[in-house]
């Protein structure tokens, strides 16, 4: 975990900085999405009259879960930040905060694996990206109780 004493950074001064968190800790984790990798934060840090600023790259890695087709593909997250935090009264910073709102924004409300993907065949449950099934012939399929409502051709 990432904290900065405040007194011993000088003021004016940036400094290098870097840490890891581990996702679990700062309770991040989606049922669609689970981290892989630690969330690294590699940056500067510089202190003046009144504020800490801290600004630059997260990054992680994630095993995401298609919503239609339920397939998993593991991909990298990056992105840039720059948090300013006032000081008074304060004697360290903690980002971890703004970490989990920075993963939790970036997290997709719907994951797809493809934006044409055809998700899971509702009968006999086939990726209908991969195969093609027999249940996939009938209008209906998807919703069965459909079928009782459609009217009868009359003889």
């Given at each position: 975990m990432?904290?900065?004493?405040?007194?011993?950074?000088?003021?004016?001064?940036?400094?290098?900085?870097?840490?890891?968190?581990?996702?679990?800790?700062?309770e991040?984790?989606?049922?669609?999405?689970?981290?892989?990798?630690?969330?690294?934060?590699?940056?500067?840090?510089?202190k003046?009259?009144?504020?800490?600023?801290?600004?630059?790259?997260?990054?992680?890695?994630?095993r995401?879960?298609c919503?239609?087709?339920?397939?998993?593909?593991?991909?990298?997250?990056?992105?840039?930040?720059?948090?300013?935090?006032?000081?008074?009264?304060?004697e360290?910073?903690?980002?971890?905060?703004?970490?989990?709102?920075l993963?939790i924004?970036?997290?997709?409300?719907?994951?797809?694996?493809?934006?044409?993907?055809?998700?899971?065949?509702?009968?006999?449950?086939?990726?209908l990206?991969?195969n093609?099934?027999?249940?996939?012939?009938?209008?209906?399929?998807s919703?069965?109780?459909?079928?009782k409502?459609?009217?009868?051709?009359?003889?």
């Amino acid at each position: 975990m990432l904290k900065f004493t405040l007194s011993e950074f000088k003021e004016g001064v940036r400094v290098p900085v870097a840490g890891e968190y581990d996702p679990k800790q700062i309770e991040v984790e989606f049922p669609d999405l689970h981290y892989v990798a630690p969330v690294r934060l590699e940056g500067f840090a510089e202190k003046t009259a009144g504020t800490f600023r801290f600004e630059g790259t997260l990054t992680t890695r994630a095993r995401k879960t298609c919503g239609r087709c339920l397939k998993e593909m593991e991909s990298g997250f990056s992105e840039d930040f720059d948090w300013i935090y006032e000081t008074e009264n304060r004697e360290t910073i903690d980002p971890a905060d703004n970490v989990r709102e920075l993963l939790i924004i970036g997290h997709e409300l719907a994951y797809l694996c493809q934006e044409n993907c055809k998700g899971l065949c509702p009968v006999c449950g086939k990726n209908l990206n991969e195969n093609t099934c027999k249940c996939r012939q009938s209008s209906y399929h998807s919703f069965p109780v459909i079928k009782k409502l459609k009217p009868k051709k009359e003889s």
